[in-house]
């Protein structure tokens, strides 16, 4: 998924404008490989929150328990989300670093002497909080055998999520409403995708059970929903909404910004269309025990999936 998601979003970064440049003659700059590093690092880290998301979510809803006490798979999928936010915080504690000195525009043999200033910036910050959120999670995860250790991890993983969103590309250069509303639209948007990716590489990996695959579908269902209403709200909000008629819609063509938006919502209408041919054939096959079309066509559904968070991450970095 991350090599997909990573080369989908750097064909997105150069095709729409948005790809990182070299500093101009007399400048520092970041350099190259630190800018690219940025979106590559947010795309692991996406990925390893997904499947942190995934896990946990599997554990609270599709997996059994006995008296608050976890199962052998419930427990393997605690391990397994422990293993990937390490990975998340990793990740962005990398992303962290790179991102500073994209910033402070300075190359990252200089960021010691600008630790003060960076420790400033609002990104930065919200970075740092979600690198702790992530570690501290990653160790609950690691020693969850009960139920609410699995809550208290939902609870992290959500929090961990939504930090950094709040000084990413939700907070436009408007009004306070518009701003708030925007943020808003975003974190719904992020938390529904999420719940839906992940949840769908969990029930794949963990419980391929009608019972559990029918509960993910209605599951899915919602996030989609509300994936759809919260993008196109806050891509209306991005690409100046408030103009309406016309001038929006050719903003979908005339705007490498507004033409991501429209690479996503193709996807996103392919990934609901695979989502429909999943009620409609896979769960009567899966009632007779035949596991084989489920699994090739969630795997297809992931893939695609994955090309969408690099469109997505290609879109948080386009003007």
Request: charged share 10%; hydrophobic share 60%; glycine share 10%.
């Amino acid at each position: 998924m991350v090599a997909v998601g990573i080369v989908v979003m750097v064909i997105a970064l150069v095709a729409a404008g948005g790809a990182p440049q070299r500093a101009e003659d007399g400048l520092l700059g970041a350099g190259l490989g630190a800018s690219w590093a940025v979106p590559v690092l947010r795309i692991i880290a996406d990925v390893a929150a997904v499947a942190t998301g995934g896990a946990v979510l599997a554990v609270a809803l599709f997996l059994p328990t006995k008296d608050g006490k976890l199962g052998t798979t419930a427990i393997r999928a605690c391990q397994d989300a422990a293993l990937a936010a390490g990975v998340w915080a990793v990740a962005s504690i990398a992303g962290l670093i790179a991102t500073a000195t994209v910033i402070l525009g300075i190359p990252l043999s200089h960021l010691a002497e600008h630790a003060a200033p960076a420790g400033q910036l609002p990104q930065v910050r919200a970075l740092a909080a979600a690198v702790v959120l992530t570690a501290v999670l990653a160790v609950v995860l690691s020693g969850t055998k009960t139920k609410r250790g699995a809550q208290l991890a939902a609870v992290l993983t959500l929090a961990a999520l939504i930090g950094p969103l709040l000084t990413g590309h939700g907070a436009v250069n408007r009004s306070s409403v518009w701003s708030i509303l925007a943020t808003t639209s975003l974190v719904i948007h992020v938390a529904a995708a999420t719940i839906w990716v992940g949840g769908l590489g969990a029930v794949l990996r963990y419980a391929r059970r009608r019972p559990a695959v029918e509960l993910f579908s209605t599951l899915a269902l919602g996030c989609a929903i509300t994936m759809g209403i919260s993008g196109l709200l806050t891509a209306e909000i991005h690409l100046d909404g408030r103009q309406g008629g016309w001038g929006l819609i050719t903003q979908w063509v005339t705007t490498g910004y507004g033409a991501l938006v429209f690479a996503k919502t193709i996807a996103f209408a392919i990934l609901v269309t695979v989502g429909w041919w999943h009620r409609r054939r896979t769960l009567p096959t899966l009632a007779t025990g035949d596991q084989a079309a489920f699994r090739r066509l969630a795997a297809v559904e992931l893939l695609i999936m994955a090309a969408t968070i690099g469109l997505a991450v290609a879109l948080s970095r386009t003007p």
